[in-house]
């Protein structure tokens, strides 16, 4: 299915070797700090439901999920085995890499959310996972985006490298809207101030963005 969302220029990488390659070895690390994992998680609180089935999407080692909320079904899905192995929180999960395949190995209406943490940024077929997303998801469930200014620059594609915050979020919110399927997308923009002294030592806070969207029905 062809993807119109970006150009051929806006989908290259700096390394354009096959992904499985740069992912091959795992990074069992946290890439955001404290306070977005936190945030993260107040935002799954908010729009996750008991019993939920959920699926996370590139994921690795850990899923940011309340650990009070007992939720259903678990899936997860990300490059690197050994880290989704390490995910406590999975009781499934399937290595894939979306963009040689986009499509995903999943019945439809299979779930409530699919989320994607820290991870959109390397998606060169936005369109086509989404509306594969769109596709698992259930009449009313919800996908929620998240990511923060890191990433590996190497993988991570034109358009995202060369846009600031706000025009990453434009962008995801360009995502959901090439798939019919969703409503309107909500954007979160957070970007703690961090006093001039602060900012001349270094360690300012990761700042949070975010859009989630629910499927029509």
Same mark, same amino acid.
């Given at each position: 299915?062809?993807?119109?969302?970006?150009?051929?220029?806006?989908?290259?990488?700096?390394?354009?070797?096959?992904?499985?390659?740069?992912?091959?070895?795992?990074?069992?690390?946290?890439?955001?700090?404290?306070?977005?994992?936190?945030?993260?998680?107040? #935002?799954?609180?908010?729009?996750?439901? &008991?019993?939920?089935? /959920?699926? %996370? *999407?590139?994921?690795?080692?850990?899923?940011? =999920?309340?650990?009070?909320?007992?939720?259903?079904?678990?899936?997860?899905?990300?490059?690197?085995?050994?880290? #989704?192995?390490?995910?406590?929180?999975? &009781?499934?999960?399937? /290595?894939? %890499? *979306?963009?040689?395949?986009?499509?995903?190995? =999943?019945?439809?209406?299979?779930?409530?959310?699919?989320?994607?943490?820290?991870?959109?940024?390397?998606?060169?077929?936005?369109?086509?996972?989404?509306?594969?997303?769109?596709? /698992?998801?259930?009449?009313?469930?919800?996908?929620?985006?998240?990511?923060?200014?890191?990433?590996?620059?190497?993988?991570?594609?034109?358009?995202?490298?060369?846009?600031?915050?706000?025009?990453?979020?434009?962008?995801?919110?360009?995502?959901?809207?090439?798939?019919?399927?969703?409503?309107?997308?909500?954007?979160?923009?957070?970007?703690?101030?961090?006093?001039?002294?602060?900012?001349?030592?270094?360690?300012?806070?990761?700042?949070?963005?975010?859009?989630?969207?629910?499927?029509?029905?």
């Amino acid at each position: 299915m062809p993807d119109f969302v970006l150009t051929e220029k806006e989908r290259t990488q700096q390394d354009d070797r096959p992904d499985r390659t740069f992912y091959r070895e795992p990074r069992l690390v946290q890439h955001v700090d404290e306070q977005f994992r936190e945030r993260l998680t107040d #935002l799954y609180r908010e729009h996750l439901g &008991a019993g939920d089935d /959920v699926l %996370d *999407l590139m994921s690795s080692w850990v899923s940011h =999920l309340p650990d009070e909320l007992g939720l259903g079904r678990v899936a997860g899905h990300g490059m690197n085995e050994e880290e #989704l192995a390490a995910n406590d929180r999975l &009781a499934e999960y399937f /290595v894939q %890499d *979306l963009n040689e395949t986009p499509g995903l190995p =999943l019945e439809t209406g299979a779930f409530d959310a699919v989320l994607c943490a820290v991870s959109v940024q390397y998606l060169r077929h936005p369109g086509q996972v989404f509306a594969e997303v769109a596709r /698992v998801l259930r009449p009313g469930g919800i996908l929620i985006v998240s990511f923060s200014n890191r990433m590996f620059a190497q993988k991570a594609i034109r358009a995202w490298r060369t846009a600031s915050g706000p025009g990453r979020l434009q962008l995801v919110e360009r995502y959901f809207e090439s798939v019919e399927a969703f409503q309107k997308p909500t954007t979160v923009s957070e970007n703690p101030f961090v006093p001039p002294t602060r900012r001349f030592m270094g360690g300012a806070p990761d700042p949070f963005y975010a859009a989630h969207a629910r499927t029509q029905g």
